[in-house]
């Protein structure tokens, strides 16, 4: 069984504080994926990682950003929080190729005050 | 711009009740789909999923979902919810010529079905 991981389910933070959000997953997949997940929007990608230490933006990649330097992990970085990134941030990983889908983490609810 | 459309964002069904939840999406060419459950308090899982192939595809706990090329339509349909069907659900698409990375998402449908 696929098993995706996140640090926390339940993070507070202040505005202008640094924020690591950490996925580990452990099944060797190759692409990883950061989103975020908001009342009627849906899940909106932040960034994608295609192999360790590569990454590309995805549609709403603006104060945030990522680190994968290992293969089963990946890291989301707000580099000074603001109210506005207080969301549901969903980890997500895939094995490459174009018949897998995405296994997704439990999320972790953020509230930036 | 590339888009996926579900129009119902909220459903109310008696238990069952026969369910169907649209999905359109705006790519032309060739598509990877997907459905996406989210229960109550758990991670989005994999309900199921169309690549190519027969369009009738069925998944898991009763689920199936039709892709109908010349509508752009992958729509979600079940004969008879139960109580525990109640969740979220979203449909997705992965279109190949963005490189097998991108995947755009709906914005969901909530199911709730009374007991």
């Known amino acids: 069984d696929v098993k995706v991981t996140q640090s926390s389910r339940y993070l507070v933070k202040r505005t202008g504080e640094k924020v690591f959000l950490e996925c580990v997953q452990d099944?060797?997949?190759?692409?990883m994926f950061w989103y975020r997940q908001d009342p009627g929007l849906g899940l909106r990608l932040i960034y994608f990682?295609?192999?360790?230490?590569?990454?590309e933006k995805g549609d709403i990649p603006e104060g945030y950003s990522v680190s994968r330097e290992k293969k089963e992990r990946f890291s989301l970085i707000l580099e000074s929080a603001s109210t506005n990134q207080t969301s549901m941030y969903l980890c997500?990983?895939?094995?490459?190729?174009?018949?897998?889908?995405?296994?997704f983490g439990p999320g972790t609810r953020l509230t930036v005050t | 711009a590339q888009s996926v459309s579900q129009h119902n964002h909220h459903v109310i069904l008696s238990e069952a009740a026969s369910l169907e939840l649209g999905c359109n999406y705006s790519?032309?060419?060739?598509?990877?789909l997907f459905w996406y459950v989210q229960y109550p308090g758990q991670h989005l899982q994999l309900l199921l999923k169309?690549?190519?192939?027969?369009?009738l595809v069925k998944g898991i706990k009763g689920f199936e979902a039709e892709f109908i090329k010349s509508k752009f339509s992958f729509n979600l349909r079940k004969p008879s919810v139960q109580w525990s069907d109640t969740a979220e659900y979203f449909c997705a698409v992965n279109p190949p010529t963005s490189g097998t990375y991108k995947y755009i998402f709906g914005t969901g449908t909530r199911l709730k079905v009374l007991a």
């Open positions: 169309y690549f190519s192939g027969d369009p």
């Open positions: 990682s295609y192999d360790v230490k590569m990454k």
């Open positions: 997500a990983s895939r094995k490459q190729g174009i018949s897998y889908e995405q296994y």
């Open positions: 790519y032309g060419g060739t598509v990877n």
């Open positions: 099944m060797d997949h190759e692409n």
